[in-house]
């Protein structure tokens, strides 16, 4: 006799789990740090990311780190055409621990004295520290593969649902079901839709987009107008397929037995996703194989080990990546400290929550 399967067991979609709504509704405000409060006493983790502020360019604004970024450039010659991430790069080093339920601390971070943040936008960390998780959708394709998605597991269920600043992307948000982890993927789920499951991140409403617009929660479906749920088990399987995280929460992690202190440089075996980086027919992208070649190398050396091989050898995939959809401006992009810093700082902790 088998065991049952948990998620054919779990119950009906319910409210999030015993969490309270605070009267009247800030959730809808044009402010990212209102929006972050009133998550924050629903037991939501959030942290601040850098914020657009206005400029004079075609939508009005630009990232604020561009001012930091000019002046640094000076120093070494560079041209900084934009930033790689506008409004969404983390401005708390280890965001996925450091960030915050308390309301002081949200409010510090943002205050204009003393150094503060005052254009941050903010973000949630997903999984566990939240105890939700979030389906993305970007643009057209992602909601072509929902439409396809729902075909065959049915419509999914009334959650909270932001859309971003631009109109063409959504976040579903779901409740974690219990016992299971979710982890972050990206497209594979299906085009044109991530999962930000444990340790992602998701910009909240009242944040500012690169576009000018706001996020913002869809009419009906905020905090307060409706109940945060459990995703169907059939929406749950295929996030779980997605990221081939297959094991529950409880399961202990395996350590590695390697020398976390080692700074070799990525081995072959390492660099085989850069074999796919690119855009264009048969490629993966820029995204996935940069972080799969990251994962894979703290994976073998450690959580700890030295950034510069890895760096090195990540700029030089994308230096010889096939040039079919991308011209000198994408590959100075992805070559830039802000970008790779992203997403190696993003496998170390990735690497690191599996291990510890």
Known sequence: MTDADPLMSRPAPRPHNGRRTPTGNPYRAQNALIVAIALAELGCRLFPTHGMRKARTPTGV????????????????????????????????????????????????????????????????????????????????????????????????????????????????????????IRNSQGTLAPGIDVRGENGQALIPGSRHKSGGWYEWEPGLAPGETDLVLAPAALVRLALEANKATRVAA??????????????????????????????????????????????????FGADAAIDPLKAALREAIRTAPADNHDRLDLERYMSEAYLSERIEGARVYVAGRVG
Not at 118 to 147: I, K, R, Y
Not at 172 to 179: D, N, Q, R, S, V
Not at 257 to 266: E, F, K
């Open 62 to 181: 630009e990232c604020d780190c561009m001012k930091g970024r000019r002046y640094f450039a000076q120093c070494d010659d560079r041209e900084v055409d934009s930033c790689p991430s506008p409004g969404k790069l983390p401005r708390v080093k280890g965001w996925p621990y450091e960030a915050s339920n308390d309301p002081n601390q949200l409010r510090d971070w943002r205050k204009k004295a003393e150094g503060g943040w005052p254009h941050a936008n903010f973000g949630v960390v997903t999984g566990s520290a939240s105890d939700l998780w979030v389906l993305d959708l970007d643009g057209a394709l992602g909601f072509e593969s929902l439409a396809s998605i729902e075909a065959d597991i049915g419509p999914l269920p009334a959650t909270w649902t932001s859309r971003s600043g631009s109109g063409s992307g959504r976040h579903y948000w779901f409740e974690m079901t219990p016992g299971v982890h």
């Open 251 to 300: 399961e202990p992690a395996r350590a590695h037995r390697r020398n976390p202190t080692t700074t070799r440089p990525p081995t072959t075996r390492l660099s085989r996703a850069g074999d796919l980086i690119g855009d264009g027919p048969g490629r993966g992208g820029f995204h996935g194989p940069l972080n799969k070649i990251a994962i894979r190398y703290f994976g073998a």
